[in-house]
């Protein structure tokens, strides 16, 4: 089976796969972005995922329910 994975499958390993690696990966406001994006550019590289397409955060909604632009 080498499908590829969607959308939740690949967060649901990329978040398995951080929370099993002997270094901490730390996330949140006051913390460096580049780490995790680093991170995340070696996960999708390793399962062959696709590059955001342009205007991708346009389309997505933040669990408060707060969208992050205007989808067109």
């Known amino acids: ?3 590829k994975l969607t959308a939740s499958e690949a967060i649901f390993g990329f978040i398995g ?3 099993t690696r ?3 990966t730390k996330m949140g406001a006051s913390e460096d972005c580049a ?3 680093d991170r995340i550019k070696e996960f999708c590289k ?3 995922l696709d590059e955001p397409r342009e ?3 346009n389309n997505l909604i933040h669990p408060s329910g ?3 632009g205007i989808a067109q």
């Open 55 to 57: 205007g991708w955060h």
């Open 22 to 24: 002997d270094s901490i």
């Open 46 to 48: 390793e399962n062959n």
């Open 17 to 19: 796969w951080l929370t």
């Open 35 to 37: 780490p995790i994006c």
């Open 66 to 68: 707060e969208c992050s």
């Open 1 to 3: 089976m080498n499908e």
